[in-house]
């Protein structure tokens, strides 16, 4: 079998020198270098052999794959709808036949037990009965007609319960949550920036696309007809830092903070004690609005890490899995926000709020988000999936350890990581320098040729209702054979099976 026109990642692995591997190596900052011939204490050379054998066995048993998807797909630009389907560890993606629960199967018959879960779209499982059966019965009704249903109602007060705030708007994507959530924060302070944390990611929401450098901010690199100096709109600061960003809040002129209450984008990081207490206590001395981004935290409970941890955000966004994997969010604000937003609207003459999409609370998606909150997001499948993750963060750590490898593994709630660096990471900067691609890479594919499947920008896991003990147990054995293959000191045959 010829080599795959599309293998581009494997020119990126297939280096065993510091300088060969600087070369052509890029994290979500940009270029990732490496010092030593070694990366998370596994030597570059060793990467690169375990990559390749990983290679060869993917490419024997995904043919169909091979023969459909991996020279990429005619119509799209670069061989995929949308570019992360490229960022797989896979030389090509596989094409999906099916999902049910948490176990995915391809068009080659191979079958993965899913960790990666749409990236936490799916976090509940694919397809949850409840919401399986919502959309079927709302698409013989019409899918979107701009009008509210009966399900709206029942939303509005699931919404409300659930996360303790009273005023709610739907939307289709977290990132549009975010940008109309930023929009009102700006309109009822006045003010004209936002405060993110260094390494946050919270969307495609331009102004929340900035970083430190050498402790200045400045715009991230690699953004795509970006001319703005987003620096005017926004400050940055590093998480877990209070008197940074006291200094920063201290300027006047921060409309709010939009921060996730752990950082999982970038490796992850847990806030240390009394970070969130001193969040909440300087924002509102500032006259600052705080932003509670639970689109990943949710993993924590029921009400997300908010509720769990009695956090008190003026506003809260929840994309993603909110309903069951159809696509739709919500973004919620006290009375006092919606108070402060009704007096800035009055100010205004009538015309577009620059808020709003056609599709965004269509019916189909409010019958699903209805059913995930009644039916699938409930006390008892969270407790199945922090049990389950438990679990699987102790797995890891044994197998860390065995192997006596400076690596760590945390969690919050069903999402688990493991981390190629010693921990804990107090800030983004120190995760970004956590990130080993290449090792990630070669065990992520060690990991599908084992039959699990796991998120593929940094080494996340989530632990679903339908997740089983056996699929943990799966995982946790893929990843020793993975950590063995790396670490032996001859690469046995065997260790590849
Ligand atoms: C914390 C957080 N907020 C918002 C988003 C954006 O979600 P979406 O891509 O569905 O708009 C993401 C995506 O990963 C996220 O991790």
Request: charged share 20%; glycine share 10%.
């Amino acid at each position: 079998m010829g080599s795959p026109a599309w293998d581009c990642r494997l020119r990126f692995i297939a280096r065993d020198s510091p300088a060969a591997y600087n070369a052509c190596h890029f994290g979500p900052y940009g270029p990732r270098t490496v010092q030593h011939d070694t990366l998370g204490g596994i030597p570059l050379a060793r990467i690169a052999a375990v990559y390749e054998a990983e290679r060869e066995s993917y490419l024997a048993t995904h043919p169909r794959s091979l023969a459909l998807a991996g020279h990429g797909i005619a119509g799209f630009w670069q061989g995929v709808p949308m570019h992360w389907m490229r960022d797989w560890s896979m030389p090509y993606p596989f094409l999906v036949e099916s999902a049910r629960g948490a176990v995915l199967t391809d068009v080659d018959g191979n079958e993965y037990a899913d960790f990666c879960l749409g990236d936490t779209g799916s976090m509940f499982g694919h397809s949850p009965p409840a919401v399986a059966e919502a959309v079927a019965r709302q698409a013989g009704r019409g899918l979107t007609y701009m009008l509210p249903t009966e399900d709206t109602i029942a939303v509005g007060r699931l919404l409300a319960e659930r996360f303790g705030l009273p005023q709610w708007q739907l939307a289709t994507t977290a990132t549009d949550a975010n940008r109309f959530a930023l929009r009102v924060a700006r309109a009822v302070t006045g003010r004209p920036k936002i405060l993110v944390f260094n390494g946050c990611y919270h969307g495609t929401v331009d102004e929340t696309f900035v970083r430190l450098v050498d402790g200045q901010p400045a715009n991230r690199p690699g953004m795509l007809g970006q001319f703005a100096d987003l620096t005017r709109l926004a400050r940055v600061v590093e998480f877990n830092d209070l008197a940074a960003l006291e200094a920063a809040l201290a300027h006047g002129d921060v409309a709010c903070v939009i921060a996730e209450p752990v950082m999982t984008n970038s490796c992850m990081v847990l806030p240390e004690p009394g970070f969130h207490a001193g969040l909440r206590r300087l924002t509102r001395s500032a006259g600052t609005l705080l932003l509670i981004d639970e689109t990943h935290t949710i993993s924590t409970g029921p009400g997300g890490y908010t509720r769990a941890h009695g956090l008190e955000p003026d506003l809260l966004v929840i994309g993603k899995p909110v309903a069951g994997g159809v696509p739709a969010s919500a973004w919620g604000f006290t009375d006092e926000v919606a108070r402060r937003l009704g007096e800035a609207r009055a100010q205004l003459p009538p015309g577009h709020s620059g808020m709003g999409t056609t599709l965004s609370a269509n019916a189909l998606s409010v019958a699903a988000m209805r059913a995930t909150l009644e039916h699938v997001m409930t006390g008892e499948a969270f407790a199945h999936m922090d049990s389950l993750a438990g679990r699987l963060e102790a797995g890891l750590r044994t197998v860390i350890e065995r192997y006596g490898l400076p690596w760590h593994a945390l969690r919050v709630g069903a999402r688990v990581e493991f981390v190629c660096a010693p921990g804990p990471l107090r800030n983004g900067t120190e995760a970004e320098a956590a990130h080993a691609p290449a090792l990630e890479q070669a065990i992520h594919l060690a990991l599908v040729n084992r039959g699990c499947l796991i998120a593929p920008f940094h080494n996340m896991m989530l632990v679903s209702p339908a997740t089983t003990a056996a699929q943990v147990e799966r995982l946790v054995g893929a990843f020793e054979a993975a950590v063995a293959s790396l670490t032996l000191p001859e690469l046995p045959p065997g260790v590849l099976d």
